[in-house]
């Protein structure tokens, strides 16, 4: 069975080593040796001065919007995974869906624009796939009018924009290292910030607002345990490697795929890519499902990201429309992608998803 992804898991004796330490020291979570190791080696690893490893990548989004005072309506993307919505929701803001760019799914600028109204205090919008949203012209309408730019930068990791981690752009922004991301501690997130008071505040919110007897604000529980500090300490110096073996696959894909019938996002000019995802949109989402079929029948099984278009979720009041996302959202289907994936199994994907192009193609001729 070929799944869209498959965690990647270090070496077993390596990750033994750091829990005989934990066994040693007696000491599984609340701001551990290893979960600060971590944090250092993060925030080296993205060049940015604070990271706070947290429980998962969902929490660090409501920690955010909590973090900057949010409490109106925040313009974000329909094109995500549903947790940048609810994440909203949860916080009882209010989400106002701007469409995407045709180009690349990420949130379109101009679309913002007409949506701003009195009450809108935040933009949160995704790096979807890894790649860079419109960065510089967010910013100029967030300066413009005086909104706060939260990224949801879960698909980020290793990847970078003009040479910075992708991660450091934003008011704040957030990753998930849940166990099908490209880095991974199998449950966990982070949130970063080069500002020391915001970072503070954050240390606080993650451990109920107190440290030791003072307590100083409202806070949640979002730390991370030393068991999975460990298994981001074994997984983290692999990372560049990872992502050497995800490129490779997905050169192979691009390489080998017949694309008459499928299209593929514009990758951003100033993005070094962490190849996260290979995302194809085809020409119609009846050619999606049979495409799926196809694949499903071999016990291969891509996955529908993102669908459905989140302005279109039963728990959305006031309905939105945003055809752009609306319509990737019927047609964009994600094809298996981890390292270890064989060249093979590649060859096998394409070969069987080409077919079903070529017999769409037959019979449109015939039409
Ligand atoms: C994975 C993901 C999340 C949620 O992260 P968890 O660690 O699973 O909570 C949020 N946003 C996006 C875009 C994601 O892909």
């Not at 009450?119 to 419109?134: D, P, S």
Request: proline share 5%.
């Amino acid at each position: 069975m070929i799944n869209v992804t498959k965690s990647y898991l270090p070496d077993l004796d390596e990750f033994t080593g750091y829990l005989k330490g934990i066994w040693e020291r007696t000491q599984l979570t609340n701001d551990g040796p290893l979960a600060r190791e971590l944090e250092a080696k993060l925030s080296e690893f993205l060049g940015v001065k604070h990271v706070k490893f947290c429980t998962n990548g969902t929490v660090v989004l409501q920690m955010a919007l909590k973090a900057l005072n949010i409490t109106g309506e925040v313009i974000t993307t329909p094109f995500s995974y549903c947790a940048t919505t609810t994440a909203i929701m949860w916080e009882n803001c209010t989400p106002v869906f701007a469409d995407v760019r045709p180009e690349d799914y990420s949130i379109d600028p101009e679309k913002i624009i007409p949506l701003i109204t009195e009450k809108t205090q935040a933009i949160l919008a995704t790096h979807v796939y890894g790649n860079a949203c419109q960065i510089e012209r967010i910013q100029e309408i967030a300066e413009q009018y005086n909104l706060k730019v939260i990224y949801d930068a879960a698909h980020t990791f290793g990847a970078t924009y003009n040479g910075k981690a992708l991660m450091s752009y934003g008011d704040l922004a957030t990753c998930s290292f849940h166990a099908t991301k490209v880095f991974h501690t199998a449950e966990g997130g982070c949130i970063v910030t080069d500002n020391d008071e915001m970072a503070e505040k954050l240390h606080l919110y993650r451990s109920f607002g107190h440290r030791y007897d003072d307590y100083y604000s409202i806070g949640i529980n979002a730390k991370n345990s030393e068991i999975h500090a460990a298994m981001g300490l074994c997984v983290l110096p692999k990372v560049p490697e990872l992502i050497a073996a995800r490129k490779q696959v997905s050169e192979l894909y691009s390489d080998t795929l017949d694309f008459s019938l499928m299209t593929r996002p514009a990758l951003h000019p100033a993005v070094g890519y962490n190849y996260a995802y290979y995302p194809v949109v085809l020409e119609s989402e009846a050619l999606l499902l049979e495409v799926r079929e196809a694949l499903n029948k071999e016990e291969i099984f891509p996955r529908r990201y993102f669908y459905p278009s989140l302005n279109t979720l039963p728990y959305i009041v006031d309905k939105q429309s945003c055809p752009v996302s609306e319509d990737i959202a019927l047609r964009a289907l994600c094809l298996p992608l981890y390292p270890g994936l064989e060249e093979a199994d590649v060859q096998r994907i394409c070969s069987i998803i080409n077919t079903v192009t070529q017999s769409n193609l037959a019979l449109d001729s015939k039409q």
